[in-house]
């Protein structure tokens, strides 16, 4: 069938009479009263004998609301049509449970599964806002559902730069995590109008090293492409696909390693080549993701004595503040005040591996009585409400 044929006119949803309603409902589920007051009063909020610093910057992006208000606009412009998300619509458990409650049913965001068998042209379903891989648009085109799309503007921008790599034969090197959405939704526009684009993801600064070794000749191929494995365009050739390079990185990754891995390719390229004609590069981590990082570098100018970082464990931007943090104070990352169990206690992610686990709280059971300088961020993904009840929270156990 011709897809032309099947494509829905995509729907503005978010029409003014709509976003009155949307924009009350949002203040019910995630607004917070005292956070509002807080930020107007310079980031400062003294409860007791606890003193809290909150970053200049944290919590909802531009990004996130847009995504939120445009699921909850589309609730209310389809009342009575199925309504599917792929994946989550951001990385936090509370606003997807909101969105569940809505009757929004979540398919798998990993592979064009059985599941989406279900799915008729009456359907609607919602595109998260890190977007999906080219192939799941081309499917849902197919079968000529309303497609309502949340990408964020900034994750576009990098597609528009490694589509630009790809349609100069350039491979695009991809800073990121190879499984995150975002990451994987970029991956498929690298492969180009054509499909024969090349694409190699790099997570860390171990794996930037693999590729500068290689570039200058040293390391086996069978290792390299073991190390890689699943991170990289169908048929790359470390040999081939790594003579003219382009940078682009996930938009939520760490500012200052993504510069340094830059700098490391770009070095290695200069010592193969003599010059940097192969090499291309451009910035892509959102301005939302540095001013999150930036601010949280001026909060830790503080002399604090605990940081809480709240968010989803899921959440890249958020993972990177609690690595950011735990340099220089003791930090502890959490989903909501739930996981502050008690004065001593906190089930808490531990990002290295990345599973929960039960902390104690030192530094807080060490002041108990005394004053305590608590520093707070969010990530980009999180809701005021959420951070509102962790100060009331750690205030309460410490009455
Ligand atoms: S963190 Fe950046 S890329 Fe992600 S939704 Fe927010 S603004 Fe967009």
């Not at 807080?38 to 944290?58: C, K």
């Not at 969105?99 to 609607?124: F, M, R, T």
């Amino acid at each position: 069938m011709n897809q032309d044929s099947t494509r829905k006119a995509r729907v503005n949803v978010r029409r003014a009479e709509v976003m009155e309603l949307v924009e009350k409902e949002i203040q019910q589920h995630y607004q917070s009263e005292l956070i509002s007051h807080i930020r107007a009063a310079g980031n400062v909020y003294n409860l007791g004998h606890t003193e809290f610093f909150l970053a200049r910057e944290f919590g909802f992006c531009n990004g996130v609301r847009r995504a939120i208000d445009i699921a909850y606009a589309a609730r209310k412009v389809f009342p009575d049509r199925q309504i599917y998300l792929i994946g989550d619509i951001i990385h936090n458990p509370e606003v997807n449970r909101q969105l569940e409650g809505k009757g929004i049913k979540k398919l798998p965001w990993k592979h064009l599964d059985a599941s989406y068998d279900q799915i008729v042209a009456d359907d609607v379903v919602i595109v998260p806002a890190f977007g999906v891989p080219t192939s799941f648009m081309d499917a849902l085109e197919e079968k000529g559902v309303q497609i309502v799309d949340t990408t964020c503007g900034d994750v576009m921008k990098v597609w528009k730069r490694v589509k630009n790599y790809a349609s100069m034969g350039i491979t695009s090197i991809i800073h990121g995590k190879a499984t995150h959405e975002e990451t994987s939704a970029t991956a498929s526009r690298a492969l180009g109008e054509k499909g024969r684009g090349k694409y190699l993801v790099v997570y860390d600064l171990e794996d930037a090293a693999a590729v500068c070794d290689y570039i200058l000749g040293k390391g086996s191929r069978e290792a390299f492409m073991k190390r890689f494995e699943g991170c990289c365009s169908p048929g790359f050739d470390p040999d081939r696909d790594l003579e003219e390079v382009g940078i682009a990185n996930q938009t939520t990754m760490l500012k200052t390693e993504t510069q340094t891995l830059q700098k490391m390719i770009r070095d290695a390229i200069v010592q193969r080549d003599g010059d940097d004609d192969n090499f291309y590069v451009f910035d892509t981590i959102c301005g939302a993701t540095q001013d999150r990082q930036d601010a949280l570098y001026d909060l830790l100018k503080n002399p604090l004595d605990v940081m809480f970082v709240v968010g989803g464990y899921n959440s890249s931007n958020t993972t990177h503040l609690v690595d950011i943090a735990r340099k220089h104070v003791p930090t502890y990352f959490i989903e909501s005040a739930e996981s502050i169990k008690s004065i001593q206690y906190v089930d808490a992610f531990d990002t290295e591996t990345r599973e929960v686990r039960r902390m104690t709280t030192e530094p807080v059971v060490q002041n108990l009585g005394k004053s305590l300088k608590v520093g707070i961020t969010a990530g980009a993904s999180c809701p005021a409400n959420l951070i509102e009840a962790t100060i009331l929270r750690i205030a309460d156990l410490r009455k």
